[in-house]
């Protein structure tokens, strides 16, 4: 199947502190990625939808002034948790998606934030 | 509202068994289901169905598609330990989104 890289893995950062995700297709254009939060023992819950070169649409609920998402080329996307707080402290995972295909993921990273 | 249900929600069985993990779907313009195992980290692609009463197969994994009654199964037959995990159901909303189901936490025990 097609890769899709996440980085980093893992992140410790300060609250009030910014962190940049990046998602990238390494060898297909992915005209759609999507941004995911997961909670421990929880399901997958959308957070954004972003289409190449579009401003992403958000999730009823997700704080885009927050969650900064960016998908300015067709392989790479970047989620950047603004000014961060415990709470936020989640594993972020982004899929990527070309035309109608099915999505891959990428390994997810998990952000504490403390 | 979309959404993905899937059934049972948590399941315990025996190396050998064979299991049946059943999803259904409410969304309003549908492309098409996936199913996705997901052990520690991120989910890694299964299926992907468009199509009704086309199995799809990968070994011991199977799944099939009903999209008048609007729900898919996925079955694994002569289980084994390595097949624990989560596995998610999930409707592509004609590229809007994916939406997902809760899982079905799957523990295949020795």
């Known amino acids: 199947g097609a890769v899709v890289s996440q980085h980093p893995s893992w992140v410790i950062c300060k609250s009030g502190t910014s962190v940049k995700i990046e998602c990238r297709s390494l060898?297909?254009?992915?005209?759609?990625m999507f941004w995911y939060r997961q909670f421990p023992k929880q399901s997958l819950m959308l957070m954004a939808t972003?289409?190449?070169?579009?401003?992403?649409?958000?999730e009823q609920g997700v704080e885009k002034d927050k969650f900064l998402i960016n998908h300015a080329s067709l392989t790479l996307s970047t989620l950047t948790v603004t000014s961060a707080h415990p709470e936020d402290s989640s594993f972020y995972i982004c899929?990527?998606?070309?035309?109608?295909?099915?999505?891959?993921f990428g390994q997810g990273t998990r952000l504490t934030v403390v | 509202e979309d959404k993905v249900v899937q059934s049972p929600l948590s399941l315990v069985v025996h190396e050998g068994d064979t299991v049946t993990l059943n999803c259904s779907y409410e969304?309003?313009?549908?492309?098409?289901l996936l199913w996705y195992k997901q052990e520690k980290k991120a989910p890694t692609f299964l299926f992907m169905l468009?199509?009704?009463?086309i199995e799809k197969k990968s070994g011991r994994l199977s799944s099939i598609l009903d999209k008048k009654e609007l729900f898919s199964i996925l079955n694994i037959t002569a289980t084994q330990t390595g097949d624990s995990a989560v596995y998610l159901c999930?409707?592509?909303?004609?590229?809007?989104?994916?939406?997902f189901g809760p899982g079905t936490r799957l523990s295949v025990l020795p």
């Open positions: 972003s289409n190449e070169g579009s401003k992403a649409t958000y």
């Open positions: 969304v309003t313009n549908f492309r098409s």
């Open positions: 060898d297909f254009q992915a005209t759609t």
């Open positions: 999930a409707v592509d909303n004609y590229g809007q989104n994916f939406v």
């Open positions: 468009t199509s009704s009463g």
């Open positions: 899929s990527a998606q070309q035309l109608q295909t099915e999505a891959f």
